[in-house]
């Protein structure tokens, strides 16, 4: 793992694999909002995923907004955000037992407050501002077919329930023998399932939605234009482009797996991992009973997770299945490293390919006559070395900031994760802060001292924009 810890993840790759969201493009995918790029702003963000575009928006929306260039080095929201399998998913009870051993259980509480109210806050956000994202709000489930698993997942639920009490809504979680689970969710040979609140959307289409909203609040976009070097100067910083160059106050990354290309301290501390994803047509059974929730699929070295499309929107019904890691060769390791989403690994896609019908079994039915699978693409995830994110002021750099590793779990840990950082951008409110942002997540020079060796818990059942650590 150290070998593969130590490969620079280099710029993101041009052409990569086209995601099923991003098919056609947002009208903003190649959006620069002036011809030129402008010499001197107040802020640079490089990166356009969810945290970068939330930050973005927060910190235009202030009644004395700063001037924002944001640099993208391909397409808008070209990156995870944009390749993930559209669950906003928290299981938190997977990550719970060992956040409570190694933070105590204050802020493992925090942990599994804020995912869920991030969770909540992204989908209130879109349907605040009318983001059409295909935001569905229910319940998922995660079917579990290892027996050591499933009572992991007992004893973890009972100690949420026990440190964050029976009533709060963050731990609602509803158990499923193996005969309830299998004609509930028409999957045979489980041991039992899990059901709590989540949700789907389309990433793409929300924080493209998002930096459409910061557009006409002032935020300067400029697609395809990677930011190739950033250099301390007497007032800020210099950050060099494709394009020329520009000076900053302050320069967040918000650069996920590929954050060691600008900042090579980073190398071995957030790794890249490759991840993969498939969108099938609905087989005969599934497409007449239809599928009511989305869901994970647990077993004792690896996991899926999928999401069936709500009907009224384009492919209505398709079911998005992703995971597969521990498939490959040596149980993946060689995903680890690799920043390169123009490629797609073969065992893993043929095993997801298959995915679908193994699990459905004869509740699958007969595939489409156009074939099972529609789409397929990978995507660049960025993790940590105790699967934390890295939030904050980078140690000994004023006016540097960062924003990245969320290991795969983006979509409930970034919207307020950008909130929280502009807070620390200004550098006051931290007690306010303090009460409901972990302390875990903002890095510090003994966090970036820890390299990177092995993904934690990579049993869990977790999401392309979805982190090791639950």
């Not at 969201?21 to 107040?42: E, G, K, M, N, Y």
Request: net charge neutral; proline share 5%.
């Amino acid at each position: 793992m150290e070998q593969r810890a130590s490969i620079p993840p280099g710029l993101p790759r041009s052409c990569p694999t086209i995601s099923y969201w991003q098919d056609p493009p947002s009208f903003i995918a190649t959006h620069r909002s002036s011809p030129l790029l402008p010499t001197a702003v107040d802020v640079v963000i490089v990166g356009s995923g969810i945290m970068g575009a939330t930050l973005a928006h927060t910190l235009l929306s202030r009644s004395s907004p700063p001037k924002i260039l944001m640099l993208e080095a391909r397409t808008a929201c070209s990156g995870a955000t944009g390749r993930n399998g559209g669950h906003t998913k928290c299981a938190s009870y997977r990550s719970f037992l060992d956040n409570m051993q190694c933070l105590g259980e204050e802020e493992a509480a925090k942990i599994v407050r804020l995912e869920y109210a991030c969770m909540k806050a992204v989908h209130a956000f879109a349907r605040k501002n009318g983001i059409d994202c295909e935001s569905w709000e229910g319940n998922t489930v995660d079917v579990i077919y290892s027996e050591s698993q499933w009572n992991l997942a007992k004893a973890a639920v009972g100690e949420i329930k026990r440190v964050l009490g029976q009533n709060d809504p963050a731990a609602a979680y509803q158990f499923w023998n193996s005969k309830e689970t299998e004609a509930q969710f028409l999957t045979k040979g489980a041991v039992g399932a899990v059901t709590y609140e989540a949700g789907s959307l389309s990433g793409y289409k929300f924080v493209t939605g998002i930096l459409d909203f910061a557009i006409k609040k002032g935020l300067n976009l400029q697609t395809e234009t990677p930011a190739l070097e950033i250099v301390r100067n007497d007032n800020g910083w210099t950050v060099e482009t494709s394009r020329g160059r520009v000076t900053a106050n302050k320069v967040i990354l918000a650069t996920n797996g590929y954050t060691a290309h600008l900042y090579p301290a980073l190398q071995g501390v957030i790794v890249p991992l490759r991840g993969h994803v498939t969108a099938h047509r609905p087989g005969s059974e599934i497409l007449s009973r239809g599928l009511h929730t989305t869901y994970s699929f647990i077993y004792a070295d690896g996991y899926e997770y999928m999401i069936p499309r709500p009907q009224g929107s384009m492919f209505g019904g398709d079911i998005i299945i992703g995971g597969g890691l521990t498939k490959a060769a040596e149980e993946g390791l060689f995903e680890y490293g690799t920043s390169d989403d123009t490629r797609m690994d073969p065992v893993i896609v043929n095993y997801l390919r298959e995915s679908t019908a193994g699990y459905f079994g004869t509740n699958w039915g007969s595939d489409d006559a156009e074939g099972r699978v529609r789409n397929q693409w990978s995507g660049i995830m960025g993790y940590s070395a105790d699967g934390f994110p890295l939030i904050g002021k980078m140690p000994g750099k004023n006016g540097l900031y960062i924003g990245a590793s969320f290991q795969g779990h983006g979509m409930v840990l970034c919207f307020l994760s950008a909130k929280a950082l502009a807070t620390l951008m200004d550098g006051d409110r931290k007690e306010e802060l303090d009460s409901w942002f972990p302390k875990a997540f903002h890095i510090t020079k003994e966090r970036m001292d820890h390299k990177f060796l092995g993904r934690l818990h990579a049993t869990a059942p977790q999401d392309l924009e979805v982190r090791s650590h639950g």
